[in-house]
């Protein structure tokens, strides 16, 4: 016997024990809900009073649904046990390169000719771009002080300034080419074995290892 059971047939919801399931099942159509709690409970109609339940109505009006949880329980649990297919591992390691490819493009550096690594994200080169232009224009004086991706200072000429951009925008062709290389080899996996064995958290440009 179950010590918590609640069902509510509108929402195609059996909770037992605390643990909640959502699937479809057969109740009476005026059953608004049952409440099982420590050995007492109600069935709710929509259309008559409640009903009180005690111990003796359990196996008839309470322990169906709970049959009903526990084979949908098992069926969950045979489905979370079962081995992907090759479609769906392919499908699973994408989203993996995607994921892996997003937090690369958002944190990493170039080794700069100038001597130092230099974040390169959209961020930072945008914010390179932005010293730039107003070095051009005459409204900052040069050198500048920038930080690189080590929190060490420097002071950068206009042209280094225009070096550095240069660096950090190549990054992102890289990266691309990364993606598209983790893409081609998943693609090309003809077993799930295959597929899981591609590693996508190794060759990004610029990301520490």
């Known amino acids: 016997m179950k010590q918590h059971v609640t069902v509510i047939p509108s929402d195609n919801l059996v909770i037992v024990d605390g643990v909640p399931l959502v699937f479809g099942f057969a109740a009476p159509a005026t059953m608004h809900a049952l409440q099982w709690h420590d050995g007492a409970g109600e069935l709710e109609w929509t259309d008559d009073i409640n009903h009180p339940l005690t111990e003796q109505d359990y196996a008839d009006d309470v322990a169906p649904f ?51 690594r230099a974040d390169a994200t959209r961020r930072s080169i945008g914010d390179i771009e932005g010293l730039i232009d107003l070095v051009s224009s005459g409204a900052l004086p040069a050198p500048v002080t920038f930080r690189d991706y080590d ?12 070096t550095l951009r240069l660096e950090a925008k190549g990054r992102g062709p890289l990266l691309y080419a990364r993606k598209w290389e983790l893409e081609a080899a998943v693609d090309a996996a003809e077993t799930v074995e295959a597929v899981q064995s591609v590693d996508t958290s190794i060759g990004w440009p610029g990301v520490e290892a």
């Open 151 to 162: 929190n060490a200072y420097h002071s950068l000429t206009l042209d280094q300034l225009n």
């Open 66 to 116: 709970v049959t009903l949880w526990e084979a949908e329980k098992a069926r969950l649990e045979e489905e979370a046990n079962r081995p992907p297919t090759l479609d769906e591992a392919k499908a699973a390691k994408l989203s993996e390169i995607k994921t892996a490819f997003a937090a690369a493009e958002a944190d990493g550096f170039v080794e700069s000719s100038l001597g130092f």
